[in-house]
């Protein structure tokens, strides 16, 4: 092909660690698994998922980095709250956000950031200051949305457009 104007989109690569991190967040949304439940031991998931140790690891890593257990904390904060249509709509968007994490985290990432972000809203809570709640979870949402909106423009950009088609006139 001669010219820029017909470039062909790259592929998004998935390694078979990402697809054992998809997988077990999976496993994990659909038992329902809270803070503090255990997974299956190493050697039963290496044998349940047929990948090696090393795989398991960095997948496990990974997982405890991007703050999995983490999101069990949301969803611990929207049951305090009793907002109903706030726990609906974490029930509908919980699919795509593990997937964007998965997809968006390295496997060695340092997670500081969203550490502290959670001490703050968690100190606020414990506090009953609904003021410095509010402003905490702000600050999560924004670095949350900074996070995933780059993930979700490349998503758009690697979908196949339909082609246009001239309209004929008889």
Known sequence: MRGTDRQIEAIDRHTTADL????IASVIKDRKLSAGERLPGEHELVEQLKVSRPI????LARLQS???VDFQFHRKLLDIAGNVLMQNLME???????????????????NQMGRRLHKTILKAVREHDPDAAAEAMQQHMQ????RL???????DRSVPQPRR??????
């Not at 968007?93 to 985290?105: C, G, H, K, P, S």
């Not at 909106?149 to 998503?155: N, R, S």
């Open 66 to 68: 991007m703050g999995l």
């Open 143 to 146: 670095a949350v949305l900074d």
């Open 20 to 23: 054992v991190v998809e997988r």
């Open 165 to 170: 088609t001239k309209k004929v006139t008889a």
């Open 56 to 59: 398991l690891r960095e997948a």
């Open 149 to 155: 909106t780059p993930a979700a423009e490349k998503h």
């Open 92 to 110: 509908v968007i919980y699919e795509f956000v593990l997937t964007q994490m998965a997809r968006t985290t390295p496997s060695q990432r340092d």
